[in-house]
């Protein structure tokens, strides 16, 4: 990706990035996370409302440019098969919720783990 249209990306509003969020991540078949150098995921804590969340990419890219201000974190990928069979059911009994693909505003839609699962399911029947 060239950093003009990752910019484009990132200048979205929350629900124009979710969708697009769907659309890659149903067609890729993966999902980004941050991790750190002892491989513990990124986990957020908003400072307005207390929720706790995992911040959640389509693309390497847009996780590393989020992780340039960050330090030690490096972008990891998860398969979906492992997001739904693994990664749903602990976020959910860990109580996190996802933060689908920050933008440059800060701003992100946050989503239930289960949510989120039966939307990507409902966009991978498009593919």
Known sequence: MSDNPLRQILQMD?????????SEVAEEREIW?????????LKIVSDEDGVAYLPV???SALALDYAQA????????????????????????DG????????EDGELWITAPEELKGDLQEAMASF
């Open 14 to 22: 929350g629900e124009e990035r979710y969708d697009y969020f769907l």
């Open 70 to 93: 960050a330090g030690d974190l490096s972008p990891k990928s998860i398969s979906l098969p492992d997001f739904f069979r693994k990664w749903v059911p602990g976020l959910t009994r």
């Open 57 to 59: 990419w389509p693309h």
């Open 33 to 41: 996370i941050l991790v750190n150098a002892d491989h513990h995921f």
């Open 96 to 103: 996190l919720q996802i933060g689908v693909l920050p933008g």
